[in-house]
C-alpha cells in the first residue's frame, strides 16, 4: 500500500514539472521517469495491495465502514489508471493541462488517503 500511495502522490508531482519542462532533455527524462514509476512502482504496488485488501476482506466481511472503503478505494483505481492515460499524453505531446492543473489533480490521493485511514481506525459504521 505505501508504495503505491508513493506512486499516487509522486506521479502527478512529476507531470507538474514536466508540463512546465521546455527543454527535450528534461521531457525525455520525465517520460522516461513516469514510466518507470507507472509500471515498476504504482502498478504492482496498487496490484499487491488489491490482493491483500481482498484478503483482509474475508476477515471482516463486508462492514459499512468497509463498503466506503472499497469505494474510495475503486476511486483511487480511476486515478491509477487516469494517471496511466495523463502520462501516455505527455508521451505522446499531447498534454493539455497546465501545471496549475496538476497541482490540485495531486491532492486527490490526499484526501482520499485521509477519509480511508480514519475509516478503518475509526470503523463508525
Known amino acids: 500500500m505505501v508504495t503505491w500511495f508513493a506512486g499516487l502522490f509522486y506521479l502527478p508531482r512529476l507531470f507538474v514539472y514536466h508540463s512546465m519542462a521546455e527543454d527535450e532533455i528534461s521531457i525525455n527524462r520525465f517520460e522516461?521517469?513516469?514510466?518507470?514509476?507507472?509500471?515498476?512502482?504504482?502498478?504492482?504496488?496498487?496490484?499487491?495491495?488489491i490482493l491483500f485488501g481482498i484478503l483482509l476482506m474475508q476477515s471482516y466481511?463486508?462492514?459499512?465502514?468497509?463498503?466506503?472503503?472499497?469505494?474510495?478505494?475503486?476511486?483511487?483505481?480511476?486515478?491509477?489508471?487516469?494517471?496511466g492515460f495523463l502520462m501516455?499524453?505527455?508521451?505522446?505531446?499531447?498534454?493539455?493541462?497546465?501545471?496549475?492543473?496538476?497541482?490540485?489533480?495531486n491532492e486527490v490521493p490526499v484526501v482520499l488517503l485521509i477519509i480511508i485511514i480514519l475509516l478503518a481506525v475509526f470503523k463508525p459504521f
Open 32 to 49: 522516461i521517469m513516469e514510466r518507470k514509476l507507472f509500471w515498476g512502482i504504482m502498478t504492482p504496488g496498487g496490484v499487491l495491495t
Open 61 to 83: 466481511g463486508l462492514a459499512d465502514w468497509l463498503k466506503i472503503k472499497l469505494f474510495l478505494i475503486f476511486l483511487l483505481v480511476i486515478y491509477h489508471v487516469w494517471c
Open 88 to 105: 501516455y499524453k505527455f508521451k505522446a505531446r499531447k498534454n493539455v493541462h497546465g501545471h496549475l492543473w496538476f497541482r490540485i489533480f
